[in-house]
C-alpha cells in the first residue's frame, strides 16, 4: 500500500488555445469597421457638395460679368455662388436694419397682402423663419415622451411652442403644440395637441433626439452628454 501522506502530482490542466480569426473573418470585420468610419464622412462630404454645385449652378449665372472672378482665373472657384448669397443677406440685412429699408419692406408686403394665396404663403414662412431664427426662443428645445398612437405606446417628440390660441381655450389642462417626427425622415411628420401634464420631459438635447429619431433607436442618447449636465 502506498504511504497516505505521499503527495500526489496533480494532473496537468490543458487549455484549448483560442480559436484563431480566418483570414475572411478579420477581412470581413475590417471591412466593416472602415466602413463604419468612411460612411458617415463620405455622405456628409457628398450632401455639403451637393448642396454648394446646386447653389454655384444657380446663382454664377446671376453674377454680373465684369464682378465673376472666375472669368480673370483659368479656373473655377467651388462655393462662389454660396459666398454671394452669404454676402447678399449680409448686405440685405443691414439695408433692412434701417428706417429706409424697413419702410420699404412694409411697402412690399403691403402689396403681398393685396394677394389672397401669396399673403397666405408669405405670412406663414415668415413666421415660422421668425420664430426659428430668433434668439430668444425655446421652441424645439425640449425632447418628450407622448402616448402614441394609443395609450401604453411611447414615441419622442420635441415641443414646438406653448399654445396660446383658440385650441387652449378650447381645452381643460394647459397644452403645447408638439412635433412629432417620423422615421428615418424627421422633417415629416405630425403637429399634436397634447396636455401638459401627460407628458414625459427627457434630458437629452434635440441633437440626440433627432439623432435617436433618425435612426431608428440605433444610436444610445445615453453614450452623449446630456442637456444639464454639469460643465
Known amino acids: 500500500m502506498n504511504d497516505q501522506n505521499e503527495t500526489q502530482t496533480p494532473e496537468p490542466i490543458f487549455v484549448e ?31 455639403g457638395w451637393w448642396f454648394i454645385t446646386l447653389v454655384d449652378d444657380h446663382i454664377k449665372p446671376l453674377i454680373p460679368t465684369a464682378y465673376n472672378p472666375e472669368n480673370y482665373l483659368p479656373f473655377s472657384i467651388p462655393g462662389l455662388g454660396v459666398v454671394t448669397v452669404v454676402i447678399f443677406l449680409i448686405i440685405l440685412g443691414a439695408l433692412t436694419a434701417n428706417l429706409f429699408g424697413r419702410a420699404l419692406i412694409r411697402f412690399g408686403e403691403r402689396i403681398v397682402d393685396r394677394m389672397p394665396v401669396v399673403r397666405s404663403v408669405y405670412g406663414t414662412l415668415k413666421q415660422i423663419f421668425e ?19 394609443r395609450k401604453g405606446i411611447w414615441a419622442i417628440a420635441f415641443v414646438s411652442a406653448e399654445n396660446k390660441s383658440e385650441i387652449q381655450t378650447k381645452m381643460e389642462h394647459e397644452v403645447v403644440n408638439l412635433f412629432l417626427p417620423t422615421t428615418p425622415n424627421p422633417t415629416s411628420g405630425f403637429l399634436l395637441f397634447v396636455p401638459k401634464k401627460d407628458l414625459i420631459y427627457l434630458d437629452m438635447t434635440p441633437d440626440q433626439g ?11 442618447p445615453d453614450d452623449l452628454p446630456r442637456k444639464n449636465a454639469k460643465k
Open 17 to 47: 488555445p483560442a480559436k484563431r480569426l480566418s483570414f475572411l473573418h478579420r477581412m470581413r470585420r475590417y471591412f466593416l469597421t472602415g466602413l463604419v468610419v468612411a460612411a458617415p464622412i463620405g455622405i456628409t462630404i457628398y450632401i
Open 210 to 220: 433627432a439623432k435617436y429619431v433618425i435612426s431608428a433607436g440605433l444610436v444610445n
Open 131 to 149: 420664430t426659428v431664427i430668433a434668439q430668444d426662443t425655446k421652441s424645439f428645445s425640449d425632447v418628450v415622451l407622448v402616448e402614441y398612437p
